[in-house]
């Protein structure tokens, strides 16, 4: 079945009865799309983890060694930081190694949208 022409008649009735006329933001541009820098080929998967409210492997990565940084910033006992930057070197290589893996620093569009992933982080 072709509902095109269904949906055509519908969206027609609703023009002419002013359903649009007052919809919010109307004659304002749409927000700018916060993956816009992400590359194409990526940038639908993000999308769909950032609506599952998962994040990719590097952010997940990047969240855990702002974490790790902030224990070892107040932490008290030597041995509990030992471990903790112990922890923060496996990560950090861990990171590097992803991101060399993926190729993400010859991306011009990653380093731009990196800056913006730090910035929200505070790097």
Known sequence: ???GHLIEEKIRQSIKNG?????PG?????PKDELSHV????????RILKNANMLPEEMQLKKEIVSLEELIAYCENPEEAADYKRELTEKQ???N???EKRKMGQSGAYRQYSGKIDRKFGF
Not at 26 to 30: A, E, I, N, T, V
Request: without cysteine; hydrophobic residues 40%.
């Open 19 to 23: 359903d649009f006329e007052h919809l």
């Open 39 to 46: 590359p194409d080929d990526m940038r639908n998967s993000y």
């Open 26 to 30: 109307k004659g304002k541009p749409l």
């Open 93 to 95: 290589v861990r990171f």
């Open 97 to 99: 190694v992803l991101m």
């Open 1 to 3: 079945m072709d509902f």
